[in-house]
Nanobody, 119 residues
């Protein structure tokens, strides 16, 4: 499967906003959900948010609830992550991945996009 392609990262200041995008290829019948993950330097990969492709149901890790919003545009095969009120601890490489079915793990990872939040 062709990996997703992320875009939208950058260098911002505390309190700023960014909107990440993730363009997905491949069949929609192997696309139960799309998730955003992040990996800070020297740390493991962390789940950020996911959205179910069929009905748009979102899920968030606690630390981003109320600040980040995940959405999808089915017609464009794109998932967005709107990040508001960014904090230095949000600094990481953000990647998206596809969960093919409810019982499979997220796979087909993109290259990622760097988000850096300065104090």
């Amino acid at each position: 499967q062709v990996p997703p392609v992320e875009a939208g990262g950058g260098l911002v200041k505390t309190g700023d906003s960014l909107r990440l995008s993730c363009v997905i290829s491949g069949p929609t019948d192997r696309r139960f959900a799309v998730g955003w993950f992040r990996q800070a330097s020297g740390k493991g990969r962390q789940f950020v948010a996911s959205v179910e492709w069929s009905d748009g149901s979102p899920y968030y890790t606690t630390s981003v609830k109320g600040r980040f919003t995940i959405s999808r545009d089915n017609s464009k095969n794109t998932v967005f992550l709107q990040m508001n009120d960014l904090k230095p601890e949000d600094t990481a490489v953000y990647s998206c991945a596809v969960q093919p079915t409810p019982t499979e793990a997220f796979a087909s990872w993109g290259q990622g996009t760097q988000v850096t939040v300065s104090a």
